[in-house]
């Protein structure tokens, strides 16, 4: 095992220890937790990029529970401002 050492501001150093002994760790352990955390997410080279693929996800699993449970969602059916004021007056 390798050892990374940082610098940080005095107040910084205070609040990640009442942090770690909040959450009964170490300061250490904490940040070895978020540096592993971290790599683990796709570089943010194409940020844009990786928002887009990200919504995207998002919006795949939606669509798959919905096919899942028997939602149906048609998005040809397209009703005029009548059509749609009409349905409600009528349901």
Known sequence: MKTISISV??????????????????????????????????????????????????????LKRFKEEGVGVDTSLKLTREELYDSHATG
């Not at 540096?35 to 995207?56: I, N, S, Y």
């Open 9 to 62: 501001e005095d107040e910084t150093h205070r609040l990640a220890r009442i942090r770690a002994a909040e959450t009964g760790t170490t300061v250490s352990a904490m940040m070895r937790d978020m540096l592993v955390e971290f790599l683990r997410q796709p570089a943010k080279a194409g940020q844009a990029d990786t928002e887009a693929l990200r919504r995207g996800r998002l919006m795949d699993e939606v």
